[in-house]
Each structure stands twice: as C-alpha cells, then as structure tokens.
C-alpha cells in the first residue's frame, strides 16, 4: 500500500463537546430506501484545556440512520464516552480503535485537523493545498433526485443551466421503464459530448434483472451506474463487473468492510470498475485513504463524494480530496475527474461558515476576491524569491499622486529581521495578512512570514479583516481604520483581544481610540514609518504598563532633526543613507521621539501657521467623521475647513459651536464642508491633496 498521507495531529491537551444538530432539507430528498426530509447529526468541538493556549477543532459525526454500519438509538451516549476517553487519553489520542464506527471516526479526525490548522491560523482550513490556496477548483457532478418523470426532467434542465457537464441521476424510485424514458428523453436532447451521465441504483436492480437492464442502459452512453445490486452479494456483483456494458462503481457495498484484509478480499473477488467514497460511510478520511492505496494497486478508478453532510463535513471532505489528490499526482494539482461532493445549499439552516463556494460546476475555496488575493499574495512571494535583487514599491499616495521606488530585496530581509526581534516573534507563529499588496506593509507581512518562517494567512483586505476568521492569528499588522471597525463587532472584538503581537500603523491613532486599546492583555504597538524606511523603524507600546506617548527607535536606528525641525533617519543596512522626512518631531534626550505633523500638512492662516494633525487631535470628540484642510482666503491666505461626513440630526451650526469649545479662536474652522465619504489612501491613511480638491470642488463660496 502507499505510504499514508492522513497522519493524526498531535495536539495539546483539549477538551471535546458533542452538540446534537437537526437540518431540515430545502426539498424531500429522495433515494431508493425512502425521502429524507430532516438529517440527524452530532457536531463536535474541540478545545483547548489550557486557559492560555487557544485553539479550535469542529466536527461532525452524520450517521445515516438506515445506512451507516455504526448507528443505532446509542449512538449518543457512545459518542459521548468515546470522546471522554479521547480527553483522557490526551496527547496519546488514537482513533484506529473506531474502524467499525466510520461516521464517528470521520468527524472526531475532522475535529482533530481542524484543531491543528486552528494551531496555524484558520481552523477551517483542514488540508493545505492549491485549493485552499485558491489556485485550483473541484469539479464536481450535479445530483438530480429522485421524483416524477417531470421533476426529474426540470431538475436535470436546471443542472445544465448552472453549467454542470457531468449529472448523475437517481434511479430506483420509478418503475425502469419510466427510468428508461427519461434517458432516453434527455439523451435525444443531449448527447454524451454535451453531458456525461451517471447513474446510482442504490441497490435497486435484483441479481436477475440486473445485467438485462444495464445492456437496455448501454445505448445511452452511461459513464457508470453505482451499486446496481444491493450489498452483500459478492459472487453475484463480481459475476456482473465481469459482463456488464456499463462500468460499476462500488458504494455501499464498502459499508461494514473495515479491516485491510476485508478490503482486499473485496476488490480481488469483485473486482469493479470504481469506487465510490465516502468518509463518513466508509472509515473516516484514514479508512478511505486505504481503499485509495488499495484501489490504486489494482488500477481501480475512484472519486470522493460527500453523504448528505452539513458544510463542515463537505468543507473537510472537500480539502481532503485535494490536498490527496496532490499527494498522489504532485505533477497535475488541478482535479479533473468530477468529484461527487455536495454543494452545501441542501439544507434550510447550514454551517455558514465554510469557505466554500461554486462557480457552475466548480467548488472553490474562499470568494473571487479572496482568491484574487491569494493568488497576488504567491505572486509576490514568487517574485521576492526569484533571482533579481531588487523589486519595485509604490508610496502611498496620502499627500500627492504614487511614486514607484526600487528597493533591494536585502534591505527588506533586514528590515522583517528587526522587527521580528524586536517583538519576538517565535518561528512558526501564525500571522495575519490583510493590507493591500500594492504597498509596502503587506508585502512586508509577506517577506517576515518567509524570514520568519511564519504560518501566513491571506485575508482580502477590507475594514473587517477578522470577520470571517474563527482563530486569532499570533502576530497581525492592521490599519487604524480596520482596528476601529474591528472594535464595533463583538466577534471581531474578541479575535483582536486575543492577537499576541497587534501591530498599527499607517495613520495616526486617535486618543479615543488609543483609549479603547489601553486594556488589551496582549501587547498593542503603534508603528512609524514610511515606504523609503521599507515599513516601520520605530514603535510605541499603546498599552499596559510599558505604554509610552513617545516612538522608541528599533536598535541600530539613529535620528536627528534638520534645519526645519524635520526627522532625519538613520537605519544601516534599510535605508539608503540618511532619509529627510517632511515630519516636524521632537526628539528626547532618551532617544524616543514624538511627531508633531507634517510639513507639508502646515495651514498657513492669517499669519499663523497652525498644524493639520495638532487640530485632529484637539477635535477627535466631534460626533462626525473628519478631516481638518485649507481653503485659499482673500483676506487669511489660508482658511482652516472641516470637510466631514454628515449625521442625521447633525447641523453645521451644531459643529462650529463644538470646535468653538475645543479650538483657541484663531483655529477655528472658517468653512465647513460635506462629503458623501472621506477619501483615504489604500493603506487607509487620509488622502490629504484629495480632500484639498474636494473641499474646493464642493464649497459654497467664502466669505470673507
């Protein structure tokens, strides 16, 4: 046999939780044994025991209550002591003793793979391949059930019109000769190049009709028909794989056989065309990874399918398939055999959390800009690896157009080294990336989890970066904007209460926000830094007892001011020589500094010149969202404006009286101007010659 590819994880100690789950379907589901109308299943949630350590596994256990070789009215309480014995047994956990319970064994390695990518940062990101990455698809058949004659006919229509080429139908329900019919109606309206037809008897043909009714099927073109006779009855299945004019796949003829020499025994007697598996059914992902190994030894061909499961079962299932089929083909990643998987969207409640997603007759992994994302991610860890020295950056753009800057790959390596060090981050940690790509602060990200050697997980970037996670990753960069927000939701609250190294830069943190951060258990930092610094080169703790209202300089990293009170920046081996700023900065006598705004963000207002970030900060209470910019002035020069977005209930009046309290008399603002939306860079920093230009172009006219 081959080598085996489904290794259980070794995990921390952790605790296990059976919750009871009942899913109603969208519509009767009908097989030859009967109409499913509500599935009965066991989900299980693995944790950690640790108050420390945090992680999460969740699985699922989904008997088919007339199918399944481990259900009965027990099934329950025995779930339950398997997994108080699992809890016990800790580290030594072993699930070998469960091959005659495959459903259960099929969730709790779920369960167990889900906890150790929780480990590595996603806990619903089981079985690492390209199709998690999102470089690859599944292709997978559409199901028709079993109905009338018309129903069968709108739903196999209904399947062509979502771009499924491969369709397996249900038979059994029907007298055959209606069966019969409605092939011979679909394929008159399309032919085998159109659309591959599979069929499942699901036991339905008795041992003396059935090679009478395959030969009657053979002119149709039928890929394959699954278990033509009911299971059990191997001289006579082994006598029909021999003559039959269709190939025959094997599906609940797997069911019961567990032991490696049972399974052995038969292939060699029947010896069919296919295997059809599914884990939950026939020994979990280890149990089917054997018939696979085995299968593959006697050239029988095989596909994955799923068994009516929720969307935690299916997302596994699916991952599963890939990342197997990988390992056995590493020289064609992309699946092209249609896998039988499910498409998630058979129930009225289901797991919503799945990253799973179908494009016709494709199942991805994760949305189209998230896998647009992924792929920009390995594009660039693909050119920061490649032979070139040096790689092109653009500036953000917060006070004028773009620039594209070449930078040294070298330079970038030292500056994740510093940063590394300075928060020490352990090799292996789990990493969070979700700035844009285009910057220099994603691909940052990107260059440390490579030096690092870090687990990195992608996230397209958006004001809710932790939204559709279930795990707080060890270390994560995020903008002042996405902390914001991510504070507004309890859910993403709690992700970021939980991120060990919670790194914030490109734009500065308001005192209200800063505030909100102050009691966070894990260390918090501000950043400063800039493109032509190859992200930051100075941090300031925001919270516990080491905050500081001060940025203190990475070692190494030596600053001065310039005749205009501008920092000058120092850093050997990342910047290219000493850098001038247009940031104004106070610098300590400890070497810690402070930035007082930019230069270049100086209102020069009847002879006075009043600082665009100083004014923010005094007005960051108003109850509207704000920029502070200028307005030219006949009689000032320069007149201070606030462009904002307004509130119901907010007037301009209302405003002016709040900066009136808050402001000396001289920074008031003189205008006042509405915008739809503020315009920010892509790194989330204001977009200061933007809001220039829209204060100018929406203004009513100044008085003087």
Not at 17 to 28: A, E, G, I
Not at 310 to 336: M, R
Not at 372 to 400: C, D, I, K, W
Not at 663 to 676: E, G, I, M, T
Request: glycine residues 6%; neutral net charge.
């Amino acid at each position: 046999m081959d080598a085996p590819f489904t290794v259980l994880p070794t995990l921390p100690p952790f605790r296990l939780r059976v919750v009871p789950t009942t899913l109603t379907f969208k519509k009767p589901a009908g097989t030859s044994r009967g109409v499913y109308l509500t599935r009965r299943l066991w989900r299980v949630v693995l944790s950690s025991a640790s108050p420390t350590l945090h992680f999460t596994g969740l699985g699922e256990c989904a008997p088919l209550h007339d199918l399944s070789a481990d259900y009965d009215e027990t099934y329950e309480q025995r779930l339950r002591s398997v997994c108080q014995d699992l809890e016990r047994s800790g580290q030594s956990a072993d699930l070998s003793a469960l091959r005659d319970c495959p459903s259960m064994k099929m969730g709790l390695e779920t369960a167990f793979f889900s906890a150790a990518a929780s480990l590595r940062g996603d806990h619903l990101h089981l079985f690492p391949s390209t199709f998690t990455s999102g470089e690859n698809s599944i292709p997978i058949n559409g199901l028709v059930w079993m109905g009338s004659q018309e129903e069968m006919l709108q739903r196999m229509e209904e399947k062509l019109e979502q771009g499924f080429h491969c369709v397996k139908l249900k038979i059994g329900a029907l007298d055959f000769d209606s069966e019969l019919s409605l092939i011979r109606t679909l394929r008159a309206r399309f032919s085998a190049s159109d659309v591959e037809l599979r069929l499942d008897a699901n036991g339905g043909f008795s041992v003396t009709e059935a090679l009478q009714r395959l030969h009657q099927l053979e002119p149709f073109r039928i890929h394959s028909i699954e278990q033509p006779i009911r299971q059990g009855q191997w001289k006579a299945l082994a006598e029909l794989c021999q003559k039959t004019p269709i190939p025959i796949a094997l599906d609940e003829e797997l069911i019961g056989v567990h032991l490696p020499e049972e399974k052995k025994a038969l292939l060699d007697t029947v010896r069919p065309q296919f295997l059809v598996l599914k884990p939950t059914l026939h020994g979990g992902f280890t149990g089917a990874e054997e018939w696979i190994s085995l299968a593959r030894e006697r050239e029988v061909g095989y596909w994955v399918t799923s068994a009516l499961e929720s969307n935690i079962g299916l997302n596994a299932i699916a991952q599963w398939t890939a990342a197997l089929h990988e390992h056995f083909h590493p020289d064609h990643p992309a699946l092209s055999f249609p896998q039988g998987l499910g498409t998630g969207s058979l129930f009225v409640t289901n797991f919503s959390g799945a990253p799973l997603s179908l494009e016709g007759e494709r199942m991805w992994c994760g949305t189209p800009d998230q896998r647009e994302f992924n792929r920009e991610a390995a594009h660039f860890r693909h050119t920061f690896l490649n032979a070139e020295p040096s790689l092109s950056v653009q500036t953000s753009g917060s006070t004028g157009q773009p620039q594209r800057l070449s930078v040294e790959k070298k330079r970038m390596v030292r500056s994740a080294e510093a940063t590394l060090r300075f928060l020490r981050i352990p090799n292996g940690s789990t990493a969070l990336l979700c700035l844009p790509l285009k910057f220099i602060a994603g691909q940052m990200m990107v260059v440390r989890s490579l030096v690092g050697s870090l687990s990195l997980r992608a996230v397209c970037p958006s004001s809710r970066p932790l939204a559709t996670l279930h795990d707080a990753p060890f270390f994560a960069a995020m903008t002042p904007m996405q902390v914001f927000e991510s504070l507004r939701s309890p859910h993403d609250r709690r992700l970021l209460r939980r991120i060990r190294r919670l790194l914030i830069g490109g734009g500065s943190i308001s005192p209200t926000l800063e505030e909100e951060l102050r009691d966070f258990p894990n260390e918090v930092w501000s950043s400063y830094g800039m493109t032509e610094t190859l992200s930051h080169i100075a941090l300031r703790r925001l919270n516990g007892p080491q905050a500081l209202e001060t940025y203190r300089p990475l070692p190494g990293v030596r600053l001065s001011l310039s005749s205009e009170g501008t920092l000058i920046i120092d850093a050997p081996g990342i910047t290219d020589g000493a850098l001038t700023t247009n940031d104004l900065a106070e610098i300590s006598g400890d070497g810690s500094f402070r930035i007082l705004g930019r230069r270049d963000n100086v209102i020069c207002s009847g002879g006075l010149k009043l600082r665009i970030e100083e004014l923010e900060t005094r007005l960051a209470s108003l109850p509207v969202r704000f920029f502070i910019t200028s307005l030219p002035d006949e009689r000032l020069g320069e007149a201070v404006t606030l462009l904002f977005e307004p509130r119901e209930g907010m007037e301009t009046a209302t405003l002016d009286t709040l900066c009136r309290h808050l402001l000396p008399p001289h920074a008031v603002p003189r205008r006042f101007v509405a915008v739809p939306r503020l315009p920010f860079t892509d790194t989330g920093k204001p977009a200061r010659a933007e809001a220039k230009r829209l204060a100018l172009k929406l203004s009513p006219k100044a008085d003087s």
